[in-house]
């Protein structure tokens, strides 16, 4: 049994001073110091809110030696805040409540350990005969008033941060179920409307191939009727089957004469004399009274019995006979 705690003593020690850290928050901006004092040179500055692993304080509890990102340094306690009770508190406040981690520092080693290469390593003789003179007042706890009330109310406000962290993440969660919906509903507009689209175009294109072959099919009923017109001569328009609307003929009116009937045996008038001669003039003088039984016929008289001039009979006289 005394040999099994010897060696859980031996792996206590041999373990990372890392994994002994403790999570703690800067209340405001700092600098890391080389050493538990204002005097030892600055390494790096830290800001407010920084998160840093805490790895034990010097008796008192007056500065701790902490880590932020690769640096390594220490800090006044009055600038710290300490996770307890799954809670950020402000350190000094609980200095007699939590179990901090004692450690000691010993500049050559601890220097050895984090700062070769640095500009002021190789004045580590004046550096130890500085710690050896102001080690009494590292450990002693001196709270500045400022500083205080910047640590509680950092406390405070760090200490509401895990409900704020619940809520915010009841929100997020909210928020993205609401996103998971819209989005979930743009979706399913946008697929909607491509259906429609595609819809659509094939329907355009079912409705242009069926006119496609449409009009296939009314090209090949028309091509006998083609041939048939072009093999059938054309007709030719006859007068009377000129379009009515074509312009009338313009012509010069002319008198319509009737040629006169000729009597066949001599100088007889024609029939129809009276209707086809021209009115006569006004007579200049009365003519002499002609004998009945020949000479010619007085003008606008009717042909009697006897024939015209030399005894022929007129036209009339053979329809008499």
């Not at 601890?110 to 290469?117: K, L, V």
């Not at 259906?195 to 072959?213: K, L």
């Not at 008038?269 to 004998?291: I, L, V």
Request: aromatic share 6%; with cysteine; charged share 25%.
């Amino acid at each position: 049994m005394k040999l099994r705690g010897l060696f859980i003593a031996a792996a206590v020690l041999l373990m990372p001073t890392a994994a002994l850290a403790a999570p703690g928050i800067v209340t405001t901006t700092v600098n890391l110091r080389a050493g538990p004092g204002e005097g030892f040179p600055t390494v790096d500055r830290i800001p407010g809110g920084a998160r840093v692993n805490i790895h034990g304080c010097l008796r008192g509890a007056a500065w701790c030696d902490v880590s932020s990102s690769d640096d390594r340094g220490w800090v006044s306690s009055q600038y710290l805040e300490y996770l307890y009770s799954n809670r950020y508190v402000y350190l000094p406040d609980y200095v007699d409540e939590i179990d901090v981690p004692v450690v000691p520092f010993v500049l050559t080693s601890y220097w050895s350990s984090y700062y070769a290469g640095r500009p002021w390593y190789h004045r580590r003789a004046y550096w130890s005969g500085y710690w050896q003179s102001h080690e009494r007042f590292a450990t002693r706890l001196t709270i500045d008033r400022s500083a205080a009330r910047i640590g509680r109310a950092a406390a405070a406000r760090d200490t509401a941060l895990p409900e704020a962290k619940a809520r915010v993440g009841v929100e997020e969660r909210s928020r993205a179920r609401v996103e998971e919906r819209t989005r979930a509903g743009a979706t399913e507009r946008v697929t909607r409307e491509k259906d429609i689209a595609t819809r659509s175009a094939r329907e355009g294109h079912e409705r242009a191939a069926a006119q496609t072959r449409e009009n296939a099919r009314a090209a090949v009923r028309e091509q006998p009727m083609a041939r048939a017109r072009t093999q059938t001569p054309p007709i030719m328009a006859r007068g009377h089957d000129e379009p009515r609307a074509a312009p009338p003929r313009i012509e010069r009116a002319t008198p319509h004469m009737t040629q006169p009937n000729a009597a066949r045996g001599g100088g007889g008038p024609p029939m129809n004399a009276r209707a086809q001669m021209p009115a006569p003039a006004a007579p200049r003088a009365a003519a002499p009274a002609m004998p009945q039984g020949g000479g010619a016929p007085h003008i606008n008289a009717a042909p009697r019995g006897g024939g015209g001039p030399g005894g022929g009979g007129g036209h009339g006289q053979d329809k008499r006979q």
